[in-house]
């Protein structure tokens, strides 16, 4: 039984997130389908490719990912099928899937992209603004009932890929920027585990700076500090984030995405 | 393996929604379950009414959609569960179905109305306040394990129909009104690809008038134009919309439900 | 086929739902998920307690609910499986079992608690961060997928319970506390129907107060009134609300939770 992801921005109160759900049962009817996020700000290709980077690995081998952050719909943009490893993208070619792509070519897991240009496997009607229900769900659910990927269009190999920011190394440490806040608000770094390497070994030594707040030093978790506190620690999925425990570190802070975010080792 | 699929004014936080699952999983381990929204505005019910007009037709035949936006709970309006075309509904009698039905009539399709008053299909306790959880999600189930809808009360055949606002036709167009406004902004009026009919082979002589802003002929799509510009096009089930490009209409223009919305052809 | 509830104040936006119903079906691939909320206040176990409590037996015999409001992960509360009557809770033993417990335990259930301390039902890497995706999703879809209780770690019989606040008895009545604010904003009390008992046989003669609104009469239901009346009445799940027809009782009155609420019979 195929496991299909879906993220959009649509939001959940228009009823466009249903209604795929029900394109995709009609012609794989057993499809498992987890909601990802519905909730992507509106138009950030860039935010969806965080959320897709660090949930894709836990998923079964092959399952789907179906994302439509799409603002070129009907346009010249490919609409695009790729295997990225044992993980299948269904969506735009519009860099949604840099940084997943990153991760599998850094594990020389294969990767394969299929144009998708052939109108018999989506809706018979396809509309100029809702390719999601019309082109992209219908490929997610034939691949989920077993259509190979490359029957659903044209191997090409250019995939479109976003430039996002790089942290960069200092003098004693890394500055990196803000690019994701959570629910919870808590901040989250493109610094990683891998830029950090040893200095971790040694949590002590670090001090993170953002927004004019100093935080000395990493914990492991929010219970080992008072609520109220700012703490600094890796996150689940490996980047350097910044949180207050028992609270919301982006109001305390006022801190926005692109805000500068850095590490030094002293 | 039937599909249900669920609409409710719930909101997500209060376990509502979820609650009515472990109901119809209970009574039909497999159903699949596909939630249309739970963000209708509080016993909006020309709201439902639209989402399940436009969503119903790309759902697999005989699915189920169990819509409850229910402000007459527990008075004397009758619980409901209704044939039209190839898919059922199961909800209140308040005029939810009111679009789809008319849809279903021009199709001459089957419609069958019936009303549940069979307790022995229900919970065996019913509250006053959530027939949601304990007439509905029930009914639905039973439809969805292979109940005939016949079995689950008497039919009857006048079911309520709402009173929604028509466009009307102008010396130069149609003049209507705005309808819906989608997660994006993007607005959406009564007037349809049905009113303008063969005046869509001129898309550049079409006018929009809406709140004050004059938009300027028709485009296929969002991209034709740069980020920030007001465009009108044909929405993807048909209702003629304004949006802004990679922004927020509703916002820009302050408009309500209910504002007049008016198309000329010159 | 089984089912999985799934609790969380994580949020809609982020993905971490989603990736939690990865993991599961990675194990389990047919379970069925119900999302119960994901809205709980941040850290906001009380609450995460009240919805179990009212869900949870409407569910299957032996659904599995997986909660994580989980303000101490990576600290030393206990990690927790615990089989409550016919249904079994997985997450945190930091008291969001207590108002199930409590019902179980009127009704002499069996109870079984087990403290999950075998990493090798677990993921490969434990973060320290994210237990919800790590360790009590990958046991729940354990459970779910046929491994006996027993099996997942150590048995005890000392889970955290909290402190809730309990109404007391006054001369001619109850005095409560507001303990849920629903999406439509009503206000419900911890007064139940147990409390009540034949107080309920005249309705007429109880009145309610909560922030200076004083509501004489409990009505069965909403349109027992006209819209813009506050009424009084008795829940889905037995506890004693103050609404406002077709409104918004919480803004209405400025209610917060805790607020006393009391019902005096005359």
Same mark, same amino acid.
């Given at each position: 039984m195929a496991v299909i992801s879906l993220m959009t921005? @649509?939001? +959940?109160?228009?009823g466009n997130v249903g209604v795929m759900k029900g394109v995709i049962w009609k012609i794989a009817p057993q499809a498992q389908i987890s909601d990802?996020?519905?909730? *992507?700000? #509106?138009? =950030?290709i860039a935010e969806a490719a965080l959320i897709l980077y660090r949930s $894709? /690995? %836990? @998923? /079964?081998?092959f399952s789907i990912h179906l994302v439509v952050v799409d603002p070129?719909? &009907? !346009? $010249?943009?490919r609409p695009m099928a790729a295997r990225l490893g044992n993980q299948y993208y269904v969506g #735009?070619? =519009? &860099? !949604? *899937?840099t940084l997943l792509l990153e991760l599998v070519e850094q594990q020389n897991l294969p990767t394969h992209f299929i144009? +998708?240009?052939? #109108?018999? %496997?989506?809706?018979p009607n396809v509309s100029y603004v809702f390719h999601g229900r019309d082109i992209f769900a219908p490929v997610a659910a034939r691949l989920a009932a &077993? !259509? #190979?990927?490359? $029957?659903l269009g044209t191997p090409f190999d250019d995939p479109v890929r976003l430039a996002l920011p790089q942290p960069e190394r200092t003098a004693a440490g890394w500055r990196g920027q803000v690019i994701h806040v959570d629910h919870f608000g808590n901040i989250a770094s493109n610094i990683r585990v891998e830029h950090l390497g040893e200095m971790l070994q040694h949590k002590e030594r670090l001090t993170v700076r953002v927004r004019g707040a100093e935080i000395h030093g990493l914990v =492991? !978790? @929010?219970?080992?500090r008072t609520p109220g506190t700012l703490v600094a620690l890796i996150g689940s999925t490996g980047n350097l984030l910044a949180c207050l425990v028992n609270g919301n570190a982006q109001t305390r802070l006022g801190v926005q995405i692109g805000d500068a975010f850095e590490v030094v080792y002293e």
């Open positions: 921005d @649509f939001g +959940l109160k228009d990802l996020s519905h909730l *992507i700000s #509106p138009q =950030n $894709a /690995p %836990y @998923f /079964p081998d070129g719909v &009907g !346009t $010249a943009r #735009p070619d =519009n &860099g !949604t *899937i144009h +998708l240009n052939k #109108p018999e %496997y989506w809706l &077993g !259509t #190979p990927l490359e $029957a =492991n !978790t @929010f219970g080992e």
